[in-house]
């Protein structure tokens, strides 16, 4: 047997045992002609290639999701490391090269035919010729290539592969380059299982359109223009690769309270036993069964032409919850294996003999209004060429390049819909915000699902920032909507949508007011989602705060929001949410229920009314109303709470309950007092109405903790109205605890102003069948 290259050659032997030199010296020639011509064809093919596959792209992106190495650390080991000896000039060769991989990507066994892809992709002219002729690469070229994966601008990326295209540097891309750039963009879209048949003469016509001179040839200007007018070119090249619906199932473990079957082995699983559910598609297994388990139907975009605007029904076997045909009416019945169908998208339950009888288009059922189908988002590239002309027109210039993953697709929602953007932060109420977004991602497409801890919400709102007509749908604490308005407000929104709460945090205050209620306990989404259709929109003043310290040794808290949504507060109530917070970050565990919160809270609130730490507050603060003094010295205080909504400390009323004036609120408010902007006439302000959109704020003064848990017990009715204005001033000469929106933290003397900022629009739900706490919304 002869010996391969790489191993160890053993010496021919003739008949006595002798060997024969020139027999092994022409073997090994004979190998090494062969391995030489293998490797120069390797070579060349993937210089044909001009780039590594799409999926070679997407394993290695895999790799570098889970590596915490930097190409600046990796190169410190090639400089002056353990790996310098691996260093020619500026070059290294195939071995060095995968050094760097298993150093870079923190894995030991990197597939050698992703290692030689890498390689070769790199030997595409940018070195000189001799380092191309001894079989090296550039590392200058590598550390450039794998910092911009690493998190590089757009425009970066962009300019990189521009010059990894331009073979013969000379600063343009001619006919042939180009050609390379679109086979490129072919193999990228059928990676992602995108119809291609139509999509050569499409790559085609927008290359030339990125030619904006008409020369022939495509320079870096105008490269980098394309990037922002014609066609996402990160993801046609392989730069990002997250668009892709790969069949995946999405498994979550379930305990089933009836009895269900395997989708695979249809034996079943056991009543109160753990299964795997898809959160896509319903589709149920055993754990051992998960495998094996049949691709997931769900597609979030349409992938042709041919699926672009009409929503086809996809049937998925069981999952019939309700027990009845929507055909029919008659009863679905479970033996011992899975029977009926349901439609992923208009949720649909149908028996296996009704199917016929039903129409090949879906309408999305009940929640239509909601939902955007498959068919209504697709590939940028596969837009109309009226459609891509008009899109070129409206797109920012390349100064304000922001090319994302989510551009790479358009949106044309269905008409007289109202798409819903959800953001979910698992982290809320428990363990509810996590079903919660379970629960979502199955009623409606998951591309309008995002989990907050993941990405924030930016990548949405850029996702939906043209879509007409659509709304958003917060879910978690009054924290998380402040986060969310505030991202609206630097979004620069061509228009800004309404919002809507989901209540799953503590104190939910601010839900309360919008009439989504103080907590979601586990309703049925879909009715809430059927209240959402119903709901009108309410807009909210925000506040501008700023606080001014005094020059002092003493060192302040940091202030958690320079917004106020809901309320602001100086004193004892300050001081309980003060005690509870430090307590919360300590001891986390503790504070896992809303139950548990409230049952601290109350703890805090009872030693602060033994203690009064904010006795005669009076006397370390002054305020100004709309720059006149506001008196005063006939009160003894603990605290001072400024209100843009009558709730607080989960559903404290501190401006108290008014019986409702007939007529319009908004216009009964501004006739009350001179001009309206400053209330003070105690007589006045017993018929004041909180508004939340009259640009005024209400003043509460406090006497202590315990008349805080009479008006949380209804047992009083209000605290001390102070005050109706449009600005407020506070001078403070003592450290005093503070709190906006239920985050506090202690500050040094100081100036506060509150002034205010502008309106968001919020979504109000319908009112309730019995009298409603919050009269003014009704």
């Known amino acids: 047997m002869g010996s391969w290259p790489g191993r160890r050659a053993t010496a021919a032997a003739g008949p006595a045992g002798k060997s024969y030199p020139w027999k092994q010296r022409s073997r090994q020639r004979y190998y090494q002609v062969i391995f030489v011509a293998l490797l120069q064809n390797k070579r060349k093919m993937a210089k044909e290639r001009g780039q590594i596959s799409p999926s070679d792209f997407a394993q290695l992106q895999k790799y570098m999701e889970y590596s915490t190495q930097k190409v600046s650390d990796v190169l410190k080991l090639f400089e002056d490391g353990e790996m310098a000896e691996y260093l020619q000039g500026d070059a290294i060769g195939y071995k060095g090269f995968q050094q760097f991989l298993k150093v870079y990507l923190e894995a030991d066994n990197v597939p050698n035919h992703l290692s030689l892809a890498l390689f070769e992709s790199f030997k595409t002219g940018h070195c000189l010729e001799d380092t191309v002729k001894n079989d090296l690469v550039c590392l200058s070229d590598v550390s450039c290539y794998f910092s911009l994966l690493e998190g590089g601008r757009p425009e970066d990326k962009l300019e990189f592969t521009f010059k990894l295209y331009d073979t013969d540097r000379n600063g343009i891309l001619d006919s042939s380059e180009v050609d390379r750039i679109i086979i490129q963009m072919m193999r990228v879209a059928e990676y992602l299982d995108w119809d291609v048949s139509e999509l050569r003469p499409i790559l085609q016509e927008m290359m030339k359109e990125i030619d904006y001179d008409g020369s022939g040839s495509v320079s870096l200007a105008e490269w980098l223009r394309a990037g922002a007018t014609t066609v996402p070119l990160l993801?046609?090249?392989?730069?990002?690769?997250?668009?892709?619906?790969n069949g995946q199932h999405m498994w979550r473990p379930k305990r089933f309270p009836r009895p269900v079957y395997c989708n695979l082995c249809e034996s079943s699983i056991g009543l109160g036993k753990q299964g795997l559910s898809c959160n896509l598609c319903k589709y149920v297994v055993h754990d051992q069964c998960a495998m094996k388990a049949l691709p997931c139907e769900v597609s979030t975009y349409a992938k042709s032409r041919k699926d672009i605007g009409v929503q086809s029904h996809v049937w998925v076997r069981g999952g019939c919850e309700s027990g009845r045909c929507d055909r029919c009416q008659k009863k679905i019945r479970i033996y011992h294996s899975l029977v009926g169908l349901h439609c992923v998208w208009c949720h649909l339950e149908i028996h296996d003999d009704c199917?016929?009888?039903m129409g090949h288009e879906c309408d999305c059922g009940l929640l239509r209004d909601h939902i955007l189908p498959p068919s209504s988002i697709y590939p940028s590239v596969l837009a109309s060429g009226q459609e891509r002309k008009i899109n070129k027109a409206s797109q920012k210039t390349t100064d304000d390049l922001s090319l994302s993953t989510f551009e790479a697709l358009r949106i044309d929602p269905v008409s007289n819909t109202h798409p819903l953007l959800v953001f979910v932060n698992p982290k809320s109420g428990g363990k509810q915000g996590e079903r919660v977004l379970w629960k979502f991602?199955?009623?409606?497409?998951?591309r309008q699902v995002f989990n907050l801890l993941k990405d924030g919400p930016e990548p949405g709102l850029r996702f939906f920032r043209d879509v007409p007509g659509y709304r958003i749908l917060v879910c978690g604490g009054d924290g998380t909507v402040g986060w969310i308005l505030e991202t609206i407000d630097k979004a620069n929104l061509p228009v800004v949508p309404p919002v809507a709460v989901l209540p799953l945090g503590t104190g939910n205050d601010l839900a309360r007011c919008l009439r989504w209620g103080g907590g979601y306990e586990g309703q049925n989404l879909g009715k809430i989602l059927k209240d959402l259709e119903m709901s009108k929109v309410v807009h909210m003043d925000r506040w501008s705060v700023e606080v001014i310290p005094q020059q002092t040794e003493e060192k302040s808290d940091p202030v958690p929001f320079q917004i106020i949504n809901n309320y602001f507060s100086i004193g004892v109530d300050a001081s309980i949410a003060h005690r509870f917070h430090i307590m919360r970050e300590k001891y986390p565990e503790k504070f896992n229920s809303r139950m548990k919160n409230k049952l601290w809270y109350f703890e805090f609130a009872t030693s602060e009314s033994i203690f009064s730490t904010c006795k005669r507050l009076e006397e370390s603060l002054t305020v100004e109303i709309c720059g006149k003094p506001l008196d005063l010295s006939n009160l003894s205080l603990e605290g001072i709470a400024v209100l843009n909504i009558p709730s607080m400390h989960g559903g404290s009323n501190l401006w108290g309950d008014t019986k409702k004036p007939h007529g319009d609120i908004h216009g009964i408010n501004q006739a009350l007092g001179a001009a309206a902007k400053v209330i003070t006439?105690?007589?006045?302000?017993?018929?004041?109405?909180?508004?939340?959109?009259?640009?005024?704020l209400e003043v509460v003064g406090l006497e202590g903790a315990i008349e805080m848990g009479q008006i949380y017990t209804k047992l009083k009715n209000a605290g001390h109205r102070l005050a109706k204005c449009s600005e407020i001033t506070f001078h403070t000469t003592k450290t005093l605890p503070m709190q906006i929106d239920g985050e506090p933290w202690m500050q040094t003397p100081c100036?506060?102003?509150?002034?205010?900022?502008?309106?968001?629009?919020?979504l109000v739900g319908p009112p309730p069948r019995s009298s409603n706490f919050f009269g003014f919304l009704c």
């Open 235 to 245: 993801v046609l090249l392989g730069l990002e690769m997250t668009l892709k619906d």
């Open 355 to 357: 199917l016929q009888t």
């Open 441 to 446: 991602q199955y009623l409606l497409n998951p």
């Open 681 to 696: 006439d105690p007589d006045i302000l017993k018929t004041c109405v909180p508004d939340l959109s009259d640009k005024r």
């Open 751 to 762: 100036t506060i102003k509150i002034t205010h900022k502008n309106q968001m629009p919020m």
